[in-house]
């Protein structure tokens, strides 16, 4: 019986960490994924990662994984630059003491995403090595226009993969025309964490969690069947035109419940899984952790 914790990307309420503690605090969520705190996490000196690290010691909130955008390159770019930012990463994950990094598997400009299998797979093969020997577990991420964006892609990248583990996001493959419950049931026997957020297609509108058609219910039904232990639930609202995403995504965020600021966003979000996870029989303990 699987137990969950909610983590979050706090960024999506504000750039600057003291209102992304306020976020979750206010909430009662112990644990942040960070992606971006007054810039994005791999621009941190040394100096800046250890002062993060201290502060959210002190604020009681813990890291439950890197949100890095290691593989969210395209795979046609030079992959030395990538590498660079790959150990920058590493070194992120140390400092501020996690050991799973999130990763993806290269935007591919093409429909025919197979005709880069190789190169992916010998991308990941490079990226798997030099994480291991520095004892971080990389997490994939399923992602729109990514050779991972569909169901078999995920079969395949994390079988010929073992060392790599999952991340499963309904949202991302709801959008993409693609079934969540068949992703699930890919990304299940190598499942480190879920991203939560929502969608329906075809329109591709982002919803809370239990609002659209990711299967939520089922989904998590079947993590709670497969797995004995802690499992974390990481918020990814994306019901609001956040700053870190100004630039790329306000032409194309399309949401269903419209808000009026990110911080009612994160805390909606943030609602509608308690509320779900409520449903499904979990109560929240003084611990943070939901279990039946």
């Not at 911080?263 to 952790?289: P, S």
Request: glycine share 8%; proline share 4%.
């Amino acid at each position: 019986m699987a137990q969950f914790l909610i983590s979050a990307f706090a960024d999506e309420v504000s750039p600057e960490l003291e209102n992304q503690i306020a976020a979750l605090q206010r909430n009662g969520i112990g644990y942040l994924e960070p992606r971006n705190i007054s810039g994005g996490i791999l621009t941190k000196t040394e100096e800046e990662l250890h002062a993060i690290r201290a502060r959210l010691d002190e604020a009681g909130i813990g890291i439950s994984s890197l949100g890095s955008p290691i593989g969210k390159y395209k795979i046609t770019d030079d992959f030395g630059p990538h590498l660079e930012d790959f150990r920058k990463a590493i070194r992120a994950c140390k400092i501020l003491g996690t050991h799973r990094m999130r990763i993806f598997s290269f935007f591919v400009d093409t429909p025919d995403l197979a005709t880069y299998r190789d190169e992916v797979h010998r991308r990941m093969s490079i990226l798997l090595d030099e994480a291991e020997k520095e004892g971080i577990l990389l997490c994939h991420e399923n992602e729109s226009k990514i050779y991972g964006q569909n169901p078999a892609e995920v079969t395949d990248l994390l079988t010929t993969h073992p060392r790599m583990k999952g991340i499963f996001d309904a949202a991302n493959f709801v959008r993409e025309g693609q079934d969540p419950v068949a992703g699930i049931d890919a990304t299940l026997p190598s499942l480190e964490y879920v991203h939560v957020k929502d969608a329906t297609y075809p329109d591709r509108k982002i919803w809370p969690a239990g609002m659209g058609q990711g299967g939520y219910e089922e989904v998590l039904k079947k993590v709670d069947a497969a797995y004995d232990g802690t499992v974390f639930l990481t918020l990814e609202p994306h019901l609001f035109v956040f700053d870190a995403y100004k630039s790329i995504d306000s032409h194309k965020l399309k949401v269903g419940v419209l808000y009026d600021s990110p911080d009612a966003a994160f805390d909606g979000a943030a609602t509608h899984l308690k509320n779900l996870l409520t449903k499904l029989g979990y109560h929240e303990e003084e611990n943070k952790l939901w279990k039946k």
